[in-house]
C-alpha cells in the first residue's frame, strides 16, 4: 500500500506558472505508474500527465502537451507537476494517482488504485 500527500496549487493568473507535488510514504514510488488527473467543477476527471515506472518515459494530454511537465525525484519519493502558462481552463481540482500494474500508463482513473487528496489550482483571467 502506499499514500500520497499532494502539495502545492492556489491562484494564479493565466500565463502563470505553479507546480504540483505528489510525496508517498510507505513504498517507494519508482513501483508505481503516476498519473496526474483533474476535475473541473461538473465534469469528468481528465487525464492530464503521466510518467512510468522504470523508464520514466512521460505521456501528457495534449492540451498541455508542451506546457507542463511532469518529472520524479526518487530521493525525494516525490513526482512533480510543473505547470507553465497557465490558461483560465487549467483551473480544476488536480490528484495525483498510483498504478501498481506493471503495464503501459494508463488514461482512465478507474486503473488507477492509489489517490492523493486532491489540490485546487484557479487560474484567473
Known amino acids: 500500500q502506499v499514500r500520497l500527500e499532494q502539495s502545492g496549487g492556489g491562484t494564479v493568473q493565466a500565463g502563470g506558472s505553479l507546480r504540483l507535488s505528489c510525496t508517498a510514504s510507505?513504498?517507494?514510488?519508482?513501483?508505481?505508474?503516476i498519473g496526474w488527473f483533474r476535475q473541473a467543477p461538473g465534469k469528468e476527471y481528465i487525464f492530464v500527465a503521466g510518467i512510468k515506472r522504470n523508464t520514466d518515459h512521460t505521456y501528457y494530454d495534449d492540451s498541455v502537451k508542451g506546457r507542463f511537465t511532469i518529472s520524479r525525484d526518487n530521493a525525494k519519493n516525490t513526482v512533480y507537476l510543473q505547470m507553465d502558462t497557465l490558461h483560465t481552463e487549467d483551473t480544476a481540482i488536480y490528484h495525483c494517482a498510483a498504478d501498481h500494474n506493471l503495464r503501459s500508463i494508463q488514461m482512465t482513473p478507474s486503473s488507477y488504485f492509489y489517490w492523493g487528496q486532491g489540490t485546487q489550482v484557479t487560474v484567473s483571467s
Open positions: 510507505e513504498r517507494p514510488l519508482t513501483l508505481y505508474n
